[in-house]
């Protein structure tokens, strides 16, 4: 093997430093990696290897067609969100045609993995916890196709039986995106009623009214996991905590997030990721999944599973010592990967910095503590300033918290708020 591709949808340097560590380790195997990208500017930081720059509108035969012509061995997809793990999984199709094996989960079940509402249905089927909820269709509503009559009050019916408040979530859609809280009966008609309202016919316009899930709202602990293998061979990373579940909707990265112990919540989980194991290997997952879940009551409920890389990827990585994107690259050059779950060897915290670090603070933070990585936090073309993560070892937290109150006493980074947190976390 000399080439591997690897195909990215969003700002390599989220996945900074270990797609780095990893593309230098198959350097120093004598094999070359190369980025296939659709967003931002990649330097020989950010990727030291060969770097093609694809329009955002690709098509999968035309990045099939870009990875062949490069003249690659095999592919790995570490593309985010789900609608580019999608174009991933129809390239495979197309890559491991010409015998180009592309580690990506199949085609079949990444669409089944990116509608949430038969996400919903096969985790209902093995036993997991899932949102009480019901799906509408947009085409019903609107009055294409097939008219029924009785569908909206089917719909009333339904959401009574649940209770309100009620979540509403696109079915195609990631990332916090287009939710909505339905608070009561009259929240629910207006919401019906915007589906009556014809899809707008510009360029680059889109309805809001789409298809989606309407489910209870499950208050508790934000969380989630990432998978990562093949059927027979899944290893599981610890759990990333990632703020609370409500009826507000929140921005992905809006809380502290982190990744540390919490021996009541690991305990519950063991049996949950041995199931969620199981029905990766039913589904044939490849590559990385990555399950988002709510903590109530000491049981877990997915909301979803999602058939690609996770936005909490280097947390867990950072808090294991371990490497999804060599594991996904040894999975294209055919190496045995690591199995079972993924041993916790000390913390990991990831936090935002709305306004960026000061200049002044960025060589103190690196001095003061282990920074695993800070850059700029860029979703869809908007800045959200800098995101950070640190690492420590159990014990060590009363001396981080010290080293990081005297850098926001002489700087004012890291802000009141996010000390505050960091504070409580460390102090448990």
């Keep these: 093997m000399r080439k591997i591709a690897f195909l990215r949808s969003v700002r390599i340097q989220r996945a900074d430093p270990y797609v780095q560590r990893a593309v230098r380790g198959l350097a120093a195997d004598g094999i070359e990696a190369g980025l296939f990208h659709t967003s931002g500017t990649v330097g020989?930081?950010?990727?030291?290897?060969?770097?093609?720059?694809?329009?955002?509108?690709?098509?999968?035969?035309?990045?099939?067609?870009?990875?062949?012509?490069?003249?690659?061995?095999?592919?790995?997809?570490?593309?985010?969100?789900?609608?580019?793990?999608?174009?991933?999984?129809?390239a495979k199709t197309f890559l491991d045609a010409v015998g180009i094996p592309t580690v990506m989960t199949p085609l079949a079940a990444t669409m089944?993995?990116?509608?949430?509402?038969?996400?919903?249905?096969?985790?209902?089927?093995?036993?997991?916890?899932?949102?009480?909820?019901?799906?509408?269709?947009?085409?019903?509503?609107?009055?294409?196709?097939?008219?029924?009559?009785?569908?909206?009050?089917?719909?009333?019916?339904?959401?009574?039986?649940?209770?309100?408040?009620?979540?509403?979530?696109?079915v195609w859609d990631s990332t916090s995106m287009g939710i909505r809280t339905l608070r009561s009966p009259a929240d629910l008609d207006a919401y019906l009623d915007a589906y009556r309202a014809p899809v707008p016919a510009l360029p680059g316009t889109v309805s809001h009214a789409v298809s989606a899930?309407?489910?209870?709202?499950?208050?508790?602990?934000?969380?989630?996991?990432?998978?990562?293998?093949?059927?027979?061979?899944?290893?599981?990373?610890?759990?990333?905590?990632?703020?609370?579940?409500?009826?507000?909707?929140?921005?992905?990265?809006?809380?502290?997030?982190?990744?540390?112990?919490?021996?009541?919540?690991?305990?519950?989980?063991?049996?949950?990721?041995?199931?969620?194991?199981?029905?990766?290997?039913?589904?044939?997952?490849?590559?990385?999944?990555?399950?988002?879940?709510?903590?109530a009551g000491g049981?877990?409920?997915?909301?979803?599973?999602?058939?690609?890389?996770?936005?909490?990827?280097?947390?867990?990585?950072?808090?294991?010592?371990?490497n999804t994107f060599d594991s996904l690259a040894r999975m294209a050059r055919g190496l045995p990967l690591p199995t079972g779950t993924a041993q916790r060897v000390g913390w990991a915290i990831e936090f935002l910095a709305g306004d960026g670090i000061p200049p002044a603070a960025v060589v103190e933070l690196r001095r003061r503590v282990r920074v695993v990585t800070a850059h700029e936090l860029v979703i869809d073309g908007t800045s959200h300033g800098d995101i950070v993560v640190i690492t420590l070892a159990e014990g060590d937290e009363a001396r981080t918290v010290k080293a990081l109150t005297e850098l926001h006493e002489a700087t004012g980074f890291p802000a009141a708020d996010v000390m505050a947190k960091i504070t409580s976390l460390l102090n448990r």
């Design 299 to 322: 049981r877990f409920v997915i909301l979803e599973i999602n058939p690609r890389i996770g936005g909490a990827t280097t947390l867990s990585c950072s808090a294991s010592d371990t």
């Design 44 to 90: 020989d930081e950010d990727f030291p290897g060969h770097r093609e720059r694809l329009d955002r509108g690709v098509t999968p035969r035309e990045l099939a067609d870009a990875v062949a012509a490069w003249g690659a061995d095999a592919a790995v997809s570490i593309s985010l969100p789900c609608e580019n793990a999608l174009r991933d999984a129809v």
């Design 213 to 295: 899930v309407l489910e209870e709202v499950v208050e508790g602990d934000l969380c989630s996991v990432d998978i990562v293998g093949y059927p027979g061979s899944y290893q599981v990373l610890p759990l990333c905590w990632t703020g609370r579940a409500g009826a507000e909707p929140v921005f992905t990265f809006a809380d502290l997030r982190w990744c540390g112990p919490r021996e009541e919540a690991d305990a519950a989980f063991a049996e949950v990721a041995s199931t969620l194991e199981d029905f990766c290997g039913s589904l044939g997952v490849r590559g990385s999944v990555n399950v988002d879940m709510v903590y």
């Design 112 to 170: 089944l993995l990116v509608d949430k509402w038969e996400t919903k249905q096969l985790c209902k089927r093995v036993g997991l916890l899932v949102p009480d909820g019901f799906r509408v269709d947009s085409d019903l509503l609107a009055g294409r196709g097939l008219p029924v009559p009785g569908y909206r009050d089917a719909l009333r019916a339904q959401a009574e039986r649940i209770g309100y408040p009620l979540m509403s979530k696109p």
